[in-house]
């Protein structure tokens, strides 16, 4: 349900996506895509990185879910998340303690093909220096890829129409999801398509900066014959690295996050181990939802999450785990 990316101002800085992400393309520096990457190189393999994390203490923002953190040019941290009435974004100097949020995007008006709610928010900034924020629209049984345009990545213009509903087994689904640039305008979907089925990962691409998409790869995580439902790894969050290389999250389950890794952003291989689950935070988390990662200036990672527990199940808010 969410989605990660790049911002590039003098530094580079990663995220996705994923569930929640967000991408920079600068024209005059290398591409690279989600996770919101700073300098620098990371020495170690794709596999040997962000592996390890440590809960961060409290709750980032209250109440929200399917987290998107990136850094804007300005150099202030900007996370976009989903409450009830809509997408809102909150600012950080430091990437923990975030302000109060503001609306961006509100649901569309009666039938539109985001009618009913919209969620999964990921950015991307382009070498012009003008945004687009792609979001999941909701109406009646679908979900499908929108987006809205900006010039600051805080005041958006919803685009109209769809830009990316799904491929021939989808089922009408495009949600969850994570976006990744991998050069000028080329683009790199990932999603959960066909709920009701195999319930899994699956990869798109845009080679127009993401005005169209063409559906390119499914079983992304290997799990086609899982049994779709809690079998399935969902909620991708991808990063490109620094040093080479991709990391993708996802959630297996309520509770768990795992991780994969890859070296051309098309197939992956599973780590072993689990990265991070709902018992190592306080405060009755009991689920964790839509991971989403920024890479900081030293290297160090942070992801975040949706966290929910209680009786009926209800969002807690975004909370965080940092690399150890």
Known sequence: MKAAVIVVVVIVIAIAAGAGGFIFLNPSAPSGPSGNQPPGTLPQLPSEVGLSFTADSGIRVSGGSVPCIVQLPSGAYMLYYVSSDGI??????????????????????????????????VLVQFGDNSFKLFYEGVSGSSRVLMSATSTDGENFTKESGVRYSGGPTDGGIVSAFDISRENDNFLR????????????????????????????KGNICGDDS???????????????????????????????????????????TIDSG???????????????????????????????????????????????????
């Open 88 to 121: 809102y974004s909150a600012s950080s100097a430091d990437g923990r303690s975030f302000t109060a949020g503001t609306k961006r995007i509100s649901k569309g008006s009666a039938g539109q093909s985001d009618s009913d709610s919209v969620s999964s928010p």
């Open 189 to 216: 979907l990932y999603y959960v398509a066909d709920w009701n089925g195999k319930n899994n990962v699956r990869a798109a691409t845009s080679s127009d900066g993401g005005n169209t998409w063409t559906f390119e």
């Open 226 to 268: 899982a049994g779709g439902g809690p079998n399935a790894y969902v909620d991708p969050d991808i990063v490109k690295l620094p040093g080479g290389g991709y990391k993708l999250y996802t959630k297996k389950g309520a509770d768990k996050i795992y991780s994969f890794s890859s070296s051309n952003g098309v197939d992956f």
């Open 274 to 324: 689990i990265r991070i689950q709902a018992s190592q935070f306080s405060g009755g988390v009991t689920d964790l939802l839509d991971p989403d990662t920024i890479i900081f200036p030293d290297n160090s990672m942070r992801v975040f999450f949706g966290a929910m527990g209680g009786t009926p199940l209800s969002p807690i808010g975004i909370v965080s785990a940092t690399s150890s």
